[in-house]
């Protein structure tokens, strides 16, 4: 089956730096994303990686690994707005060919005075 | 505001009803998505359209009919849904269906089936 797995929850105070992780298991991989959504709002996004190693934009940095089938978001400088879920996604294809999207569950991070 | 619009915000609906989504992205893209976000759940792509034509159906019940005029609009038909379908829908849409592209999404229904 294709799945992604990610922490359900993560906390930390303001300023420090936070790692969330996301393994996935795919049919075909053309990439990694991450999203944000704060409560009650849509889903934006952050950043997209398809080849290995680091981008970096801003506070935030987002790593892959394909060979682990393995990517993590890196959140830098923890600001109280950062409080929100994480979503890691994946582009993998089906067997017709097509591309398919697949979300992990989420992770929500608690950003503490 | 992220260019992508959907209406109603909030949706309260009886099993027996018949009721629509509406989803209008204003980024001139051409690919867009309806997706359901259920509490502790990932997000669940439903239907892929792309330049009009559906490109994927992730084995959504027939009771989810979605219809797409033109690369700006896409709609989701509901009837004879299940208190189960209460969640939230996003509509997403992208420059094009193909690697790399960033989803922009909409700010979502939140349905309920009664």
């Known amino acids: 089956g294709q799945s992604l797995e990610q922490p359900s929850e993560v906390t930390a105070v303001e300023g420090a730096i936070v790692q969330i992780n996301c393994t996935y298991q795919?049919?075909?991989?053309?990439?990694l994303s991450w999203y944000q959504q704060h409560d009650g709002g849509a889903p934006t996004f952050l950043s997209y990686n398809a080849l290995d190693g680091l981008e970096e934009t801003g506070r935030f940095s987002s790593f892959l690994s394909r060979s682990d089938s393995y990517g993590y978001l890196l959140l830098q400088e923890l600001q109280m707005k950062d409080s929100a879920s994480y979503f890691c996604?994946?582009?993998?294809?089906?067997?017709?060919?097509?591309?398919?999207?697949?979300f992990g569950t989420g992770t929500r991070l608690k950003v503490l005075a | 505001e992220t260019g992508v619009t959907q209406t109603p915000r909030h949706l309260v609906m009886g099993m027996t009803n018949k009721k629509s989504l509406k989803c209008e992205q204003h980024?001139?893209?051409?690919?867009m998505y309806w997706y359901k976000q259920s509490a502790k759940k990932p997000l669940e792509l439903m239907f892929v359209y792309n330049f009009k034509e559906q490109t994927e159906n992730n084995s959504v019940p027939s009771r989810f009919s979605p219809e797409c005029p033109n690369s700006s609009h896409l709609f989701l038909h509901l009837h004879t849904l299940q208190p189960e379908d209460s969640a939230l829908y996003l509509c997403a849409s992208s420059q094009q269906s193909g690697e790399g592209e960033t989803q922009y999404f909409g700010p979502g229904t939140r349905l309920l089936v009664l």
């Open positions: 795919t049919s075909g991989f053309y990439g």
């Open positions: 980024l001139g893209h051409n690919a």
């Open positions: 996604a994946v582009r993998g294809s089906t067997t017709s060919g097509t591309y398919k999207y697949i």
